[in-house]
């Protein structure tokens, strides 16, 4: 029924940036919140950044001045800017909604598959 599909990640040398994007598509009705997360090996998956319907934002403390979330509505889409990226910001990368399906009620959680940005030093 819903979709979210991420693009943009890739191999960057330090200090570089990388811009993520993430579509939802289906039969969505309205979409509350959207947020970056990622994940390695060694650590649990953990937000990266958030933003609401409003535009209202939260960022890891990790990524605060370096990182950007923005999104548009109309399109359903969601991105990460990054900047001055440091080795340590190596992980997939996971794209989430919370959002409302056409005729359902509630809200639910959706995810991307997920890609791999590698920073190198």
């Known amino acids: 029924q819903v979709q979210l599909v991420e693009s943009g990640g890739g191999l960057v040398q330090a200090g570089g940036s990388l811009r993520l994007s993430c579509a939802a598509s289906?039969?969505?009705?309205?979409?509350?919140?959207m947020g970056w997360y990622r994940q390695t090996p060694e650590k649990q998956r953990e937000l990266v950044a958030a933003i609401t319907s409003g535009g209202s934002t939260d960022y890891a403390d990790s990524v605060k001045g370096r990182f950007t979330i923005s999104r548009d509505n109309a399109k359903n889409t969601a991105y990460l800017q990054m900047n001055s990226l440091k080795p340590e910001d190596t992980a997939v990368y996971y794209c989430?909604?919370?959002?409302?399906?056409?005729?359902?009620?509630?809200?639910?959680?959706?995810w991307g598959q997920g890609t791999q940005v590698t920073v190198s030093s």
């Open positions: 989430n909604a919370n959002l409302k399906i056409a005729k359902l009620p509630g809200s639910y959680d959706y």
């Open positions: 289906g039969s969505i009705f309205s979409i509350n919140a």
